[in-house]
């Protein structure tokens, strides 16, 4: 049986996950693909602590330069995380001619530009699965099912901290600090969740797939970002009422003019599939214009999911190894020359659905004004709610309104903000009740 050799960089936990699969489920792994495929050197800096595992004495270093020189290793898994060490590391590595796993979707997504270039230049294979969605197979999907398709969208839930976060408001209507402290205590959020609840993880994710499934170049600054720290439990609570829910969703859409690219609290309606995907799960829907509308469901962390999709790119690579080929899918899903910086839509351009809720004073007159505001920019009402009586006290005032571009939209709102009723800044919250296209 022909033996593959594997280097492990960065032994956490999904590097953890990743050992133990190479370890233990080797009989499984070889009656599948007729290969041995052999964890011969793990590094880390902590090469002592008790990780659950039987590891062959000689096989765990700190010295990562060691796995990287190690002439008989064929396929560096760098899960280091971070940009910088890992950045370095996994250079040294592809210039070493060696393959490269990784699920580094920060370092993929800010240094792209120069790793595979350079991967492509060495002739060696960059696979990166469990970088964005964890172990739903969405890199594989795109580069390799959907290669006949014009990929007209991509809309994802693809941070399950903030889908924690957003289902256990939801469910049990308490503040975001509230359910953010749990998902903490749960291990769903990070000690500094920021990279999470500000929608960066996101970004970095969508700016991936927005290079495999639309063959561009696209830096992150081009993404508009906007987190869920602002959402609260009465909105959370008037989506309901309305039939819908409220995800962070990231979406993608490719139109003749350029592509939008944004990641924003989303109310999606009740019934549509990704409304549904609650906790801590991801899902993501493209659509393509030969299959229509696909998705998938499933665990975008922890151990072994993460480290399930790892292990996919390692034979997968092992599998070209064997069979003596190299760069068999182009690792951006696109020919390196078919690849172009297609324009992404300013967000003034966008054109959707709004929800709006304005803190305004109860007393006759007051939602005649604001009406009167939101039609002098083209702004048209569907759906109004207020529960006020008439006291002259604060209550909130909800709007749904029918297709309106942005920048309208922010130009009624600037002008709301300053009425005398209108006592707190706006909330604004985008709809998405179309299907991906
Ligand atoms: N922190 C991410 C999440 C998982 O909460 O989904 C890794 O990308």
Redesign the pocket.
């Known amino acids: 049986m022909k033996e593959i050799s594997v280097g492990l960089i960065g032994c956490g936990t999904v590097g953890t996950g990743v050992a133990k699969i190479l370890l233990e489920k080797q009989p499984l792994i070889s009656s599948r693909t007729g290969l041995a495929i052999r964890l011969k050197r793990i590094a880390d800096i902590d090469t002592k602590r008790d990780r659950g595992l039987a590891i062959p004495a000689g096989v765990m270093t700190a010295d990562a330069g060691a796995v990287i020189g190690d002439p008989d290793i064929d396929i560096i898994v760098e899960l280091v995380g971070g940009v910088t060490i890992a950045r370095d590391l996994m250079l040294r590595a592809i210039d070493s001619g060696k393959h490269i796993v990784t699920a580094n ?1 920060a370092l993929l997504s800010a240094h792209g530009d120069r790793i595979f270039p350079l991967a492509a230049e060495k002739g060696v294979d960059i696979a990166y699965e469990a970088s964005v969605g964890g172990c739903m197979p969405i890199i594989r999907t795109i580069r390799e099912s959907l290669v006949a398709d014009r990929i007209d969208s991509i809309r994802g839930i693809l ?3 903030c889908n924690y976060i957003l289902t256990k408001i939801t469910e049990e209507h308490c503040p975001f600090a509230v359910a953010l402290k749990e998902a903490q205590e749960k291990g769903f959020a990070e000690a500094d969740p920021t990279l ?1 609840i500000d929608g960066l ?1 996101t970004a970095h994710k969508l700016a991936i797939l927005n290079t495999i499934g639309f063959g561009m170049t696209i830096r992150l600054e081009d993404i508009y970002v906007e987190g869920i720290r602002a959402i609260t439990p009465l909105d959370i609570e008037f989506a309901e009422a309305f039939g819908y829910r409220i995800k962070l969703l990231a979406i993608s859409k490719q139109t003749d003019d350029g592509v939008e690219a944004r990641i924003h609290p989303t109310m999606i309606p009740r019934g549509n599939l990704l409304s549904d995907v609650a906790g801590s799960l991801n899902a993501v829907e493209v659509s393509g214009d030969c299959v229509g509308d696909m998705i998938l469901y499933g665990r ?2 922890g151990m072994m999911p993460t480290a399930s999709a790892v292990v996919s790119d390692i034979v997968d690579l092992a599998r070209n190894i064997a069979a003596g080929i190299r760069q068999r899918v182009p690792a951006l899903s696109y020919r390196p020359e078919a690849i172009r910086p297609l324009p992404v839509l300013p967000m003034d351009n966008l054109v959707t659905r709004y929800y709006f809720r304005f803190t305004a004073t109860d007393r006759p007159g007051v939602l005649s004004k604001i009406a009167g505001i939101l039609g002098n920019h083209h702004i048209s009402i569907q759906s109004v709610h207020q529960k006020g009586q008439d006291t002259g006290g604060q209550v909130p005032l909800v709007m749904l309104s029918h297709l309106a571009r942005e920048k309208d939209v922010k130009q009624a709102l600037a002008e709301i903000v300053q009425l005398d009723i209108v006592t707190d800044q706006p909330v604004l919250i985008r709809i998405e009740d179309t299907g991906g296209h």
């Open positions: 979707k941070n399950g901290t999470d993880d975008g962390a």
